[in-house]
């Protein structure tokens, strides 16, 4: 059974940081994973979608990283911004329907 | 070309009530996936519909919950005799087909509050 962690559950820094949220997976046979933005109350927010037979994806201040066989993916943000503060989820998706961390709740302090 | 449409946005009922939610694929898109988040927990899978078939309901809860996807309309999530428990947001997402590759696209969900 697949299982995403991310590390940590709540993040706050100061602005203009660069910073890396942590995703981890126990299953390796993936198809993709996506990283998602959910504002307060919000719906999701799609950010970046790296397929199983990509290393990274980049959009803007935001890149993601895939390591399949260590079960592992990272974000990175650059530059941070208070525009940036919200819950950012990890998803995978194997052979069964997108699996979801509980996400990272990041603070950006102007 | 509208994104996944969700209504209504916000639900009152009180419990024993029936909760309808409906859900509008992005246009072309033929697969719809439910998904639930429950107060400070992760969004869990519920059910997968193609049009006029569920995939698989895995996630969906035995009793009192159900899915549809008709070949006209919208998909819809009844929840009969609602509890306490069911207070939640209800996500739909869409894919335009059965490629695993294919990213969802998702709504901006349901809150459902149960008094």
């Known amino acids: 059974k697949q299982e995403v962690t991310q590390i940590p559950a709540a993040l706050s820094v100061p602005e203009g940081e660069n910073l890396v949220l942590n995703c981890s997976f126990t299953?390796?046979?993936?198809?993709?994973l996506q990283w998602f933005r959910q504002d307060p109350g919000k719906g999701l927010t799609s950010l970046l979608l790296i397929q199983s037979s990509q290393r990274e994806q980049t959009s803007g201040r935001l890149n993601a990283s895939l390591d399949k066989s260590s079960g592992r993916s990272t974000l990175y943000i650059a530059a941070s911004q208070p525009g940036d503060s919200a819950t950012y989820l990890c998803?995978?998706?194997?052979?069964?329907?997108?699996?979801f961390g509980k996400g990272t709740r990041l603070s950006v302090i102007a | 070309n509208a994104g996944v449409m969700q209504n209504p946005r916000h639900l009152v009922r009180r419990r024993g009530q029936e909760a309808r939610l409906r859900c509008s694929p992005m246009k072309g898109h033929s697969h719809v996936y439910w998904y639930r988040q429950l107060p400070e927990e992760g969004l869990k899978f519920m059910v997968y519909l193609q049009k006029e078939n569920i995939i698989d309901e895995s996630g969906m809860p035995k009793e009192r919950f159900s899915a549809e996807f008709p070949k006209e309309g919208p998909s819809i999530l009844r929840i009969q005799q609602v509890v306490r428990g069911d207070s939640a947001a209800y996500f739909c997402a869409s894919s335009p087909n059965l490629d695993s590759s294919y990213e969802q696209y998702f709504g901006p969900g349901t809150r459902l509050t149960v008094t």
């Open positions: 299953d390796s046979a993936i198809y993709n």
């Open positions: 998803a995978v998706k194997g052979n069964t329907p997108l699996v």
